[in-house]
């Protein structure tokens, strides 16, 4: 009997959209929503009333049984055998755990991700302690985040453009584009590569890690490069919670436009939450509309990078000539059709509203767990050594020139989009 031996962007789409659909015919006929584990906590109390709970211990190993089979049956659609990813229960052990110290209420209050402490507990342990052969076999990083990618698909719904209103849709699309370009412009002044100037340019312009999952997916970055920009998004995040209310209080901005350049210029949705609830009720609204009408131009950019870098890929040392729509198919990557799918899915055939359960349960939560276990097979996978280079330094200049750029540009919007609209200036 032949073996079947797809691709890991078939397979993720595969994976993901059987879960999606198991999900949607056990809540339909059912209306039946898994416990998910808790990973929410503010002080040791919770840490063992909430998150160690039997109930949370319950939910985490059904969980866990979940994603063994599903990562069983993406061995098989890969052509692998059973034993390679013997090592799971460890891998899942180290995410959950990573999972809950990022869980803690503090930690979250800083913007911090959970994503960044599976990165560093992968890095640890496999520059200090190194890691076994018989783990080595699961570490699909990039399986897992294409996976965690097409979940994603499904949260982002098309309706909620509109109820995000116009306003913060003209800033968000505007500053998106406006950034994006400069950053890749300021990326080739600095010969940093072009993988890196695309990761980049989508973090600082679009979502911040969300964005460079994508983009790095698209384009089937280098997962030490996408570890790289997620960690400039998550360490330069911190500092901006507490100088943009200060600048913002300095410069008298009223709440409408001190939270539309917080949710244009902070990276990730955490820190933009936390910094616009420091500044007032009025900021926190609409740095949360301006920072939600960027995450839902994602789907739209991932789909663009991807067919630009399709046409664009080299082969060998030169640029192909414009490559036929079949070349063009074989180097797109599929996954980003189970992204498109999955929004399609829930934003126009399936009620949204009825299904918001399925969405915030099913689709958000193994989206968290899927890029989490992605981010720390990459831990497990990098040596420290290959993130500091010479062309990571360069990297860092370009992102920080890229996100003060963001800042002042974005300001300059917001004072004319809501600034004016708000009678605050």
Known sequence: MKRINLTEDWTATIISGLVILIGVVLFSSLEYVPGWPTVKWSNGNEL???????????????????????????????????????GFPVLFILTALAMIIGGNKTINDWGLEAVIFCLLTGLVINNFLGVPNWLKGCLSSELYVKTGLVFLGGTIIFQDIMKAGALGLIQSVVVVFTVWYFSFWLCKKFRVDKEMSMILSSAVSICGVSAAIATAGAIRGDSKKLSYAVSLVLVVAVPMIIIMPALAKLMGLGEAMAGAWIGGTID?????????????EEALKISSIVKFSQNVLLGIAAFLIAVYWSYTKKEGNEYADKPSLKVIWERFPKFVLGFIAASLLFSFILPTAEYKPLIDTVLKKFQGLWFALGFTSIGLETNFRTLINTENRKATFVFLGAQTFNVVFTLLIAYLVFGIQWGEV
């Open 48 to 86: 063992f009333s909430d998150v160690f709970s039997g109930k949370s211990l319950r939910d985490f190993l059904f969980i866990f049984i979940v994603s063994y089979g599903v990562l069983l049956l993406a061995s098989f659609l890969q052509g692998k055998s059973a034993g390679t990813i013997k």
């Open 268 to 280: 990730t949705t955490g820190a933009v939450v936390a910094t616009g609830a420091l500044y007032g």
